[in-house]
């Protein structure tokens, strides 16, 4: 099934100045198509091998990685991952659809969210869609739903625990707090008793999951969580007696490296770590599931934004451009959370390499803080180019602030053969007026003057 994805001849950042010239040639962005976003095609089938080279487990365990689908909630690329062996990783009904639509198999589905309802539940047990259940009061539901099946469950079931190892560097990001809104907390008093006996109780729970990092989690700490969880697992297996948890769902949240090209800490760092801190992980006696998001896509990515004007205020230059919070929302608010990188092309699309001058780059959201970039040094920006936000092929194209009514911008998948030429698909059209207005209320434009109380 995976494609053997033949190895781009051009490197990394020679197909992505191709795709940027080739974008502006066929007016894909540009002064009529003031944002785009760009993935690399074969960036994402090489970024896939060198996962799923990283995992391998002895005797050939499975090993199943998932894609964390909010991390880039568009239907060709969950397709494309799909073609490469990676299943969906889904939070919520919309974005369950998305991975069937993009026909991600049910076995390849793990449904995650901290809030199922009883219906979204009752659909990924009738499915064979994996569920960890995230509290007790949800594994009381799938009780009801187990017993409602007369008992036949053909859906993976397990639990969701918090190792509560602790926090990185961003606190939204940190999902193995002391306090974290996700898992049982294994550490607070009667908990780890509590989930052995769930499991004692329960015969048809075979799996653990923890997500123990994101972004600004040391990679030691997300180790360390995965080593609680799986010495929890060779406890709840010796007191049944048997191989009752058969699968680890070991989370996604590799770091990403926002700073330069160089993809650190890589795949195989991690997976070396783990092996190094949970040796019996790799064993071939547990099953693995993996839910990688960020770090599967984000250098693989790019928003291209045309530079409408330069300008200088109180001796601060500042280049507004069109790519602002609302397709750069993080970046805008917590800046020094999520810096990006910041490329400076010319009118044609070719890089441009003349000295740098320190400038702001600021967004087009009607706020003073919209700026994707503060004093940064880049050559001096003019109206009519672009600039280039790196690094944001995962979250960027697909968390989208509505803010200003701005539009979702068009996104477009590339690959550039040996000779150069690139070929661009389209992968979402940019949101039109029309379909602003549409989710703006204008078919209801009276609604609210037609209103009034009875009298
Ligand atoms: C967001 C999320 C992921 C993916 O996290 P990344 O940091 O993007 O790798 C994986 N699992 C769960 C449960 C998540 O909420």
Redesign the pocket.
Same mark, same amino acid.
């Given at each position: 099934m995976a494609s053997d994805g033949a190895t781009a001849a051009l490197d990394p950042v020679a197909r992505r100045e191709a795709a940027v010239r080739a974008a502006v040639e066929q007016g894909l962005v540009g002064p009529d198509a003031p944002v785009l976003g760009l993935l690399d095609v074969d960036g994402v089938r090489a970024t896939v091998r060198e996962l799923r080279e990283a995992f391998t487990t002895e005797g050939g365990g499975t090993v199943l990685h998932t894609f964390?689908v909010?991390?880039a909630s568009l239907v060709p690329v969950l397709a494309l991952l799909n073609e490469e062996g990676v299943g969906a $990783?889904v939070?919520s009904p919309g974005e369950l659809e998305l991975a069937r639509a993009a026909g991600v198999p049910a076995d390849r589905i793990v449904f995650?969210s901290p809030a199922k309802t009883v219906a979204e539940l009752r659909d990924a047990l009738a499915h064979g869609i994996a569920v960890n259940a995230d509290n007790a009061q949800e594994l009381e539901r799938i009780d009801a739903l187990v017993a409602e099946a007369g008992g036949q469950v053909v859906a993976p079931l397990g639990i969701r625990v918090n190792p509560q190892v602790g926090t990185g560097s961003i606190g939204a990001m940190s999902?193995a707090t002391a306090t974290s809104k996700f898992g049982v907390a294994l550490r607070d008093e009667g908990a780890e008793q509590w989930v052995l006996d769930a499991f004692r109780a329960r015969p048809w729970l075979t799996r653990l999951h923890t997500?123990t990092?994101?972004?600004g989690v040391p990679l030691e700490l997300m180790a360390e969580g995965v080593r609680v969880v799986y010495e929890l697992a060779e406890k709840i297996n010796a007191q049944a007696g048997r191989q009752q948890i058969d699968t680890l769902d070991i989370?996604?949240?590799?770091p990403v490296n926002f700073a330069s090209e160089e993809v650190t800490p890589s795949y195989a760092e991690y997976a070396e770590l783990l092996r190094r801190t949970v040796p019996g992980l790799f064993d071939g006696r547990y099953a693995l599931v993996t $839910?990688?998001?960020?770090?599967l896509l984000a250098k693989q990515g790019l928003i291209a934004a045309h530079v409408e004007y330069t300008k200088t205020s109180g001796g601060r230059r500042i280049a507004v451009t069109h790519a602002g919070a609302q397709v750069a929302t993080r970046t805008v608010f917590v800046p020094e959370s999520w810096p990006l990188r910041v490329g400076a092309f010319d009118a044609l699309g070719r890089p441009k390499t003349a000295p740098g001058l320190v400038q702001d780059v600021a967004g087009p959201c009607c706020f003073a803080g919209d700026l994707v970039a503060r004093g940064r040094e880049l050559p001096e920006l003019a109206s009519g180019d672009l600039v280039a936000l790196y690094d944001t092929g995962?979250y960027y194209f697909s968390t989208h602030f509505h803010y200003n009514s701005l539009p979702r911008p068009a996104v477009a998948g590339y690959v550039v053969d040996d000779a150069g030429k690139v070929s661009f698909a389209q992968v979402r059209a940019a949101q039109t007026v029309a379909e602003v207005l549409a989710e703006s209320g204008a078919g209801q434009a009276t609604a609210l003057t037609e209103l009034r109380s009875e009298r």
């Open positions: 964390a909010k991390a $990783e939070a995650d999902t997500h990092g994101s972004q989370g996604g949240g590799l $839910e990688f998001g960020r770090s995962a």
